[in-house]
């Protein structure tokens, strides 16, 4: 959806008049709501399209089918045995709240009910709110196209007494409030074929609640949050969230902080280390603002639902900050003008999950680091978390309805990412568990990874993937329509960021298996400073070849690239820098500028194909112009370690050059004067300009099944000296 329309049915939904359609990829125009009058037979039902091509209906479904609702139709229903107390606006005075008697208001009806458990049956037309339970109470409505209360629906209990009230809020419309139904220190609420409109705060607020269940409902046009909670476990099913000037659904712990108690469960939380527990099932969110779906220190299930539309700087559809979380069932995230996805110090499985139309696809990274050009930074956030807690906490199901989270496939977190088991897990490598290290929070990021299986990323402008500070495992991913602002994919320590601050260590320990990238505008690959780091005198150097590792032992831990194909990249293929990167059958095809280019980096690939490469104007470090630049494998040293431990090493089993306009294979050596080790099994270097060439001082260089030309500078501008975008 364009900018320009992404906001437009937040003037639909003002006043609470219904004419406009949920863009959700589906769903008939609604008509005027009249106040009272014949009942009419609207629902508020949207068809959303889900990444794999399902649709699901979400919003409220059920139409009147009488005066008054029908409370034991409700799953699951209050007790047969609370008080029915009736409420129809259009009776006449003097009723005792009987069915043939209503009460003409509902404070005649909450003045009659108390304390008492109840259940409060309101008719067709406007009601005048708030309702505050008093004790255990279900508000029932004809449905949400006739009942409309005018202001808040609240249920509070003691803050030191039990958790033990339950709140029903059904079959009907609340309009305005500070907020539309705010609960604490509850033990059930229900939400269920209701429309949630205006809040000048929050659509729905649970603090302290065991179970907040919202199905088949509507929440829309929050001015802070749609749905917020902490300490508490929320299921949204088959719902619609948003449109409105709000964050979409929010849930972990209050201000952003820790949870109250490190060690154990927070007071009234049903997960422990966690401020809460989120099911988000064939659900819309839809143009919201800020976040989509957000959680911190929870564990989340997004299944088969849909974020389309966020805005605002900074915006992520869907954030996990130190959460457990699973992304899967044909998921959706659009529209998005920030980050698709963003994992910070989090767990994280997306499978089959399509990102479009966003700023950034998926960042992955660690807590607390500074934020990406244009974007507000991030506190600082030191500390481990939760040391104590070696094992992932499941959900309390002794605590939680268990029927509300059935679609979650809830299970022991162990079981749900047995892919995971080994990635990033072991024994601190050499020099992490020294006491003058750097590197702190190793726990947080041992414990802190990704997998995505079957991710498609289309339309990113500032790149698909950034992994930064956590390992991560792709597998089959599919990249189309990037912009030229940025790498498409990014690995590493990001920006200048020097080795040993956030995101320089464990980015090495990530895989990418089976990635297509196509449609770029820019770069393509950024691998920078993935690899893990100690200090030595002050200086840094790589691990393990501080130690004068060799062969196979030299690439432990490297960075893995497995089939990988960039096709079309403009100005740099693929860029790593003072990293170690292993790759199986990376290829590059019709590139303009540079195909591979390293910089102080160690190389263990089996196929290594570069074929075409045309030429682009690209600029060194001082500025200034390299015009024609069509080179298809340059290496030169790096800047960010002053040679410390990082002369290049090239070994390729199968290296192939085909069509570069100007050099095959160029070793630039820049003002850093590192030298560089290149071992080639066999390939072919042909169709070049020049095949190959050696600028600078041969006795830096060694090479085993490959023969350079020496060059002078002076006829050569060498792409070695030039620094690509910052991703």
């Not at 059930?188 to 907040?212: C, E, F, K, P, S």
């Not at 300009?689 to 099944?705: F, I, K, N, S």
Request: overall charge negative; some cysteine; hydrophobic content about 45%.
């Amino acid at each position: 959806m364009s900018a320009a329309n992404r906001w437009a049915l937040v003037a639909c939904l003002a006043g609470a008049v219904i004419g406009c359609d949920g863009d959700g990829g589906g769903g008939a125009p609604r008509q005027q709501q009249p106040d009272g009058g014949a009942l009419p037979r609207d629902t508020f039902e949207t068809s959303l399209t889900l990444a794999d091509g399902a649709s699901v209906m979400a919003g409220p479904s059920a139409v009147c089918a009488g005066r008054f609702g029908d409370p034991s139709a409700l799953q699951p229903a209050p007790p047969a045995d609370w008080r029915a107390v009736y409420v129809d606006p259009a009776a006449a005075a003097g009723g005792d709240g009987s069915a043939g008697a209503p009460f003409a208001a509902v404070a005649d009806a909450l003045a009659a009910i108390g304390g008492d458990d109840a259940v409060l049956l309101l008719g067709p037309g406007r009601h005048a709110g708030p309702i505050a339970a008093g004790g255990n109470l279900a508000v029932v409505g004809a449905c949400a196209a006739a009942t409309i209360v005018e202001g808040a629906v609240t249920s509070a209990g003691a803050a030191d007494g039990p958790r033990d009230r339950r709140l029903w809020v059904a079959g009907l419309t609340i309009e305005g409030g500070a907020d539309n139904v705010s609960v604490q220190h509850l033990h059930r609420l229900y939400v269920r074929q209701a429309r949630l409109l205006g809040a000048a705060g929050v659509g729905v607020r649970a603090i302290d609640v065991a179970t907040a269940d919202i199905a088949d409902s509507w929440i829309g046009e929050a001015g802070s949050h749609h749905v917020y909670a902490t300490e508490a476990a929320v299921a949204v099913r088959r719902s619609r969230v948003g449109p409105g000037p709000g964050a979409g659904i929010v849930v972990g712990t209050a201000d952003g902080g820790a949870p109250d108690d490190g060690q154990a469960c927070p007071a009234g939380s049903p997960v422990c280390p966690y401020g809460a527990m989120l099911l988000v099932h064939e659900t819309l969110v839809q143009q919201v603002g800020g976040q989509g779906v957000a959680a911190r220190y929870a564990q989340v299930v997004v299944r088969r639902s849909r974020v389309d539309g966020v805005g605002g700087d900074g915006s992520g559809g869907v954030v996990l900050a130190r959460s457990f979380g699973v992304l899967d069932g044909g998921a959706l995230v659009t529209a998005v003008a920030g980050t698709g996805v963003e994992l910070s110090s989090a767990r994280a499985h997306l499978d089959a999950l399509r990102i479009e139309d966003v700023a950034l696809g998926v960042r992955v990274r660690r807590e607390g680091m500074p934020g990406e050009p244009g974007e507000v930074g991030k506190p600082a956030t030191p500390g481990t978390w939760h040391p104590l807690c070696e094992l992932m906490p499941a959900p309390d199901f002794a605590a939680v309805d268990g029927d509300a989270f059935a679609d979650g496939d809830w299970a022991t977190p162990a079981d749900w990412f047995p892919e995971l088991s080994t990635l990033g897990e072991g024994p601190l490598p050499p020099g992490l568990s020294a006491d003058d290290d750097p590197i702190a929070e190793y726990d947080l990021h041992h414990w802190s990874r990704a997998q995505a299986d079957a991710l498609v990323v289309r339309e990113a402008r500032l790149g698909a993937v950034q992994i930064s500070g956590h390992p991560m495992k792709l597998n089959d991913l599919v990249v189309e329509d990037v912009g030229a602002d940025a790498f498409a994919f990014a690995a590493g320590a990001t920006g200048r960021s020097p080795y040993d601050e956030a995101g320089a260590d464990l980015a090495a320990l990530s895989v990418v298996r089976r990635a297509d990238f196509t449609g770029l505008a820019g770069a393509g690959l950024r691998i920078r400073n993935a690899g893990l780091f100690r200090k030595v005198n002050g200086s840094p150097q790589l691990l393990p070849f501080a130690d004068n590792a060799v062969g196979d032992d030299a690439y432990l831990g490297a960075m893995q690239l497995t089939d990988v194909m960039v096709e079309g990249p403009v100005g740099m293929g693929v860029q790593i820098e003072d990293s170690v990167v292993r790759s199986t059958s990376l290829m590059l095809a019709d590139a303009a500028g540079v195909g591979v280019r390293l910089q102080g980096a160690y190389l263990d690939a089996n196929t290594l194909v570069v074929d075409g490469v045309a030429p682009f104007d690209l600029l060194d470090r001082d500025g200034e112009p390299l015009p024609g630049v069509a080179d298809g494998f340059v290496l030169d040293g790096s800047e960010t370690t002053q040679g410390a431990g990082t002369e290049g090493a090239v070994r390729v089993n199968t290296l192939s050059l085909v069509g570069a306009e100007r050099v095959g294979l160029l070793v630039a050596q820049d003002r850093a004067a590192l030298g560089a080790s290149i071992d080639v099994a066999g390939g072919r270097i042909e169709g070049n300009a020049r095949d190959g060439a050696l600028l600078g001082p041969a006795d830096l260089v060694q090479t085993q099944g490959i023969a350079l030309d020496a060059v002078d500078v002076d006829t050569l501008d060498a792409p070695g000296l030039l620094d690509p975008p910052e991703p």
